[in-house]
């Protein structure tokens, strides 16, 4: 099945410490990469396709050393402060990304990599300096919306939500029969700001414009469109499982994987993790998150999440070259979006998809507002970033000490400390 005019609708319409260390050669006439990043569960899928570069290249060999995510941007600031960061980095987009170019260890690509200068301009922004320098390949994006368990929702006769009421309905007739409505916990705040605020919440918000606004600060999120967001989202907290405060981000994976919730708002990026859990294409479905109104034009979070660098003071500089523009190319982006289902690939080519999940998030983007999340670009540059704020915001108000609109006006008073449009 053929995605290419999708993905292009996609990119057009977007306004481990010392064991990272890189390098040195491995055997005589090999040189070896470490490549790490955020994702350590890809750990066999990302030594699948590596295999297939070190296939094309036996000089090089590529180990893959990820680092937790909660862990990963502290470690790879200090390793490359301290000379003994990876050969290869995942970066994450705009502010995060750009600290990291600001600290001056990592090396432009403009003209290392050319091809680079045909990928969409939104989504080379997202790893670019103010003067263009370009520092990461615009790798991929990821999506959000709800998965469910199909046996368990045809055991209900459910049909598949389109608007909030509808959502809500389908949530208190599972909750009616006894079962765990949705896999949710709000022992990290991460989940519930980029996940459910920023994918849900979008279409009760305003979607990009609003957030071109919030940047513009021509709005607030103290605003009533902002506030209606958190209220409405705070809808959903009778139908998170008892104990839900405790419960981690992996823990969610898992109940949700092995069958012992109905519902899971995730991202794009879990439908590996889900079936090496056991829950496969066939048992478990997606759908985007739900409008307001039937009819309604969907506010479609797909997020710019990975770009990948290069450490400029590697000792491996030639070998970490010709990785990179293997990474750019189409033959990477294919056995990438294979291998990793729901991961999007920015780079230009045609594509086919064979993961029935990954084709269901893309097609959801044909004729969708598609948006970022809400407070990454540019309100995240400085401490209190509006990330780390919203993820106290919201850890408080699921768990009843903030009311929405006091959640609303803690992330809004944190970026009035710093934040001047």
Known sequence: MRKTAVLALVLLTLVAGISMAGGGREAEGTTKLVFTSWRTEDIERMNRINQVFMDENPDIVVEFQPIKDTEYD????????????????????????????????LL?????????ADFPGSARGAWSSPEDDLYAVPFVGVTHGVYYQKAIFDKYGLEVPETWDEFISVCERLDANGETVFAQGTKEGWPLYEVIFS??????????QARQDLMAGAVKLTDPQFVRAFETLNELQPFFPAGYEAIDYVSMQQMFGTGQAAMFIGGSWEIGIFEDLGSGQS?????PPPVENRGDRLSYCFH????IGINAE????????????????????????????????????SYSLSNSLANDMIAAV?????????????????????????????IDMYNGIKTP?????????????????
């Open 74 to 105: 502290a470690q790879l600031k200090s390793s490359l402060e301290t000379g003994v960061a990876a050969d290869i980095v995942f970066l994450r987009s705009y502010d995060a990304g750009l600290q990291i170019w600001d600290t001056g260890i």
């Open 108 to 116: 432009p690509l403009n003209d290392v990599v050319p091809a680079l």
């Open 199 to 208: 994918g849900l919440g979008a279409n009760f918000y305003g979607g990009e």
């Open 283 to 287: 048992e478990i479905g997606f759908f």
């Open 304 to 307: 710019v999440d990975a770009g």
């Open 314 to 349: 590697s000792e491996n500089l030639d070998a970490a070259k010709r990785y990179i523009e293997w990474a750019s190319s189409p033959e990477f982006a294919q056995l990438f979006m294979e291998e990793l289902p729901g991961f999007f690939a920015y780079t230009p080519g």
């Open 366 to 394: 044909e004729g969708a507002d598609v948006t970022v999340r809400t407070v990454w670009e540019k309100m995240s540059a400085q401490s209190p970033s509006g990330n780390t704020l919203m993820w106290e915001a919201l």
């Open 405 to 421: 609109a006091e959640a609303a006006a803690h992330v809004q008073r944190g970026l009035d400390t710093w934040y001047r449009p």
